[in-house]
């Protein structure tokens, strides 16, 4: 307990060096001045106060709020939004009248912003955005969830990550599921350079992670399953790929240690989008094939396909089918939140005969193994957190 109390000193500590502003269910906006002892009562009457350094802590409860943050910060001095340490503050957009337009229920506008840590659910539409040039955002351990359109996007813009967040549940009403994507980037043609960082994503109505009309993106450590389903359901509804990476100029993307699972149609789909490379990723019974790569410039290296395989053109080194290997022997894969999902079991023919790629963030252990991980290796898969109630439709 006493480690607890320091840890908590300690983070409210390094908060203090900065401008620290205080958000609560009881404060008030006009009588309040932002303090601990007299917060403001909404997330929006700090974002309209931060500026560079600044620190806004929330603490627990649900606000029914729209928000808009528009503040910069600098590579130096980020602007962050997070819950008080040990509370749960939840952003949501029911009960609420949401905008006429642009409902995107956090939405940031300005560069270096952090949003962690947060539940947020019932969007409108769009649960969080990073809109047109904010850049260098960094969207982190949020768990998404009961939106309606998509959870987390980029849209006309660079340099930004999404990482360590817990996407479930979008659905696009307007579409029949069409644009409910669990997480999303879209309009920059030349180079996006997003990355995406061990993020649980699933049923989600469309696409798990959609790279459509992106280029440059890095995908590292997602797991990413049961997608293009109306959600928690086995009814079908969107696209149904597990990544989406190409289509409208987009390509070009990065994806190492990534693991698609029962996805309605496709694990990992290029969409056309060419130039691709896929580094010991493992995809396992995608309804219609795992790998989807047709377009030019494809390089594939120490993929595990366990299902329909697919068509798998371009530069191709010791992937599991190249190998003859049909079977990689996992320890279980039928529950994803768990630690053994997806890994390899002792003796597996997967072991120990990969090929060593310069530039890959893939760690062997010894030589290397095919797939997203590594026999042996001590750090777990990410996970949805624990205690999250999901609700079904």
């Known amino acids: 307990m006493a480690y607890l109390a320091m840890g908590l000193v300690l983070v409210l500590a390094s908060l203090a060096d900065a401008g620290t502003y205080y958000v609560a269910t009881t404060g008030n906006d006009t009588t309040g001045n932002g303090s601990i002892g007299t917060p403001w009562r909404t997330i929006q009457k700090a974002a309209n106060t931060v500026v560079a350094g600044d620190a806004v802590i929330v603490r627990g409860g649900t606000y029914a709020q729209y928000i808009t943050i528009a503040a910069n910060g600098t590579a130096g001095n980020r602007i962050t939004f997070q819950p008080y340490p040990g509370e749960t503050a939840i952003i949501d957009g029911s009960g609420t009248t949401a905008p006429t337009s642009n ?48 959870g987390i996007v980029f849209y006309q813009n660079t340099n930004n990550t999404a990482q360590n ?59 990413s399953y049961h997608n293009g389903y109306v959600p928690f359901t086995s009814t079908p509804a969107g696209n149904g790929n597990g990544y989406k990476l190409g289509g409208n100029g987009g390509g070009s993307h990065t994806l190492i240690d990534n693991v698609a699972w029962g996805n309605r149609v496709r694990g990992f789909e290029d969409n056309g989008g060419p ?57 279980q894969i039928t529950d994803p939140t768990l630690s053994t999902f997806a890994r390899l079991s002792a003796g597996s023919p997967a072991i120990n005969v990969g090929a060593n790629v310069g530039g890959s963030s893939h760690i062997c252990v010894g030589a290397c193994d095919l797939g997203a991980f590594e026999y042996g290796e001590d750090s777990d898969p990410p996970a949805p957190p624990t205690g999250i109630t999901i609700v079904r439709r």
């Open 275 to 331: 130039n691709n490379k896929l580094y010991n990723n493992t995809a396992i019974n995608n309804g219609t094939v795992n790998y989807h790569f047709v377009a030019s410039g494809a390089i594939l290296t120490n993929n595990i396909s366990y299902g329909p395989l697919g068509s798998a053109a371009g530069a191709l080194t010791t992937n599991s089918w190249q190998l003859g290997i049909s079977n990689p022997s996992f320890i």
């Open 103 to 150: 409902t995107f229920l956090v939405k940031v506008e300005g560069d270096y912003i952090t949003i962690k840590n947060f539940e947020v659910v019932n969007a409108a539409w769009m649960s969080i955005i990073c809109w047109n040039t904010a850049t260098q955002c960094i969207i982190d351990g949020n768990t998404v969830h009961h939106g309606y359109h998509a």
């Open 165 to 223: 967040n817990h996407v479930y549940d979008m659905y696009d009403f307007n579409s029949g599921g069409g644009n409910g994507d669990c997480i999303d980037t879209s309009g920059n043609l030349t180079t996006s350079n997003h990355q995406f960082l061990n993020n649980v994503v699933h049923d989600c109505s469309d696409d798990g992670l959609d790279g459509w009309s992106s280029a440059g993106n890095t995908y590292i450590g997602n797991i």
